[in-house]
């Protein structure tokens, strides 16, 4: 079944101990992205990868890191998570190169900062 | 600065009458428009797009519709049904890359 799959689903975490949360996806896409949901302010793009080794910074990038050392896998990575990082993070992927290209999501991460 | 808005942040719609959810946007570069649907504990799905081509498509209960001179698209759903209820996220791209940008939601209610 072509998904996208995220770890772990919920996390509560307290400040500055460093984590990851993972992402795999099984569809040979070129593209991975993150995101995070906050009420109010819909799903905003933290980093994105065209490929292996090749990431750059979203809208709201700031205390995250990511990496893309093989296609299927997209970690993203809280060295110093804060309280103002709790939220809903999603991870998505899809080709690249293709006309009306769509996103593919997974399940979520729930985040929770202390 | 949000160039893809979504003003309704929720509606409510009687079973079997049309849902009509609405989105703006502010860049003219965007050529490529999609809806996506949202249950709880579960990551966005994709409903429908449109190319801004055309100013309609549909697929089945759902038509999205596309006005480039007012930079605005809504989703119709007819007729809704329990099962639609979700949040609504409509997201744009400009066809040369794959960056999307996305709405602030609609919490669609369908009442029984």
């Known amino acids: 079944e072509a998904q996208v799959t995220q770890n772990p689903r919920y996390l509560i975490t307290v400040t500055g101990k460093k984590l990851t949360v993972t992402c795999s996806q099984n569809?040979?896409?070129?593209?991975m992205s993150w995101y995070r949901q906050d009420p109010g302010l819909g799903l905003r793009q933290i980093y994105y990868s065209m490929n292996v080794e090749v990431t750059d910074k979203g809208d709201v990038p700031e205390g995250y890191k990511v990496s893309r050392k093989e296609k299927r896998n997209f970690p993203l990575i809280l060295e110093s998570p804060s309280p103002n990082q709790t939220s809903l993070y999603f991870c998505?992927?899809?080709?690249?190169?293709?006309?009306?290209?769509?996103?593919?999501f997974g399940s979520g991460t729930q985040l929770s900062v202390l | 600065d949000q160039q893809v808005k979504q003003n309704s942040p929720s509606l409510s719609v009687q079973e079997g009458r049309i849902s009509i959810l609405n989105c703006d946007y502010t860049?003219?570069?965007?050529?490529?428009f999609l809806w996506y649907k949202k249950y709880p504990a579960e990551g966005p799905t994709f409903l429908i797009s449109?190319?801004?081509?055309?100013d309609k498509n549909e697929d089945g209960r759902f038509t999205v519709f596309l006005n480039k001179s007012a930079k605005h698209l809504s989703l119709h759903i007819v007729p809704s049904q329990p099962g639609d209820s979700a949040v609504y996220f409509c997201a744009a791209s400009k066809n040369t890359g794959n960056q999307f940008y996305f709405g602030t939601g609609t919490s669609l209610t369908v009442i029984p």
């Open positions: 860049n003219s570069m965007f050529d490529y």
């Open positions: 998505a992927s899809s080709f690249v190169g293709a006309t009306n290209e769509k996103l593919f």
């Open positions: 569809m040979n896409h070129e593209y």
């Open positions: 449109i190319s801004s081509i055309k």
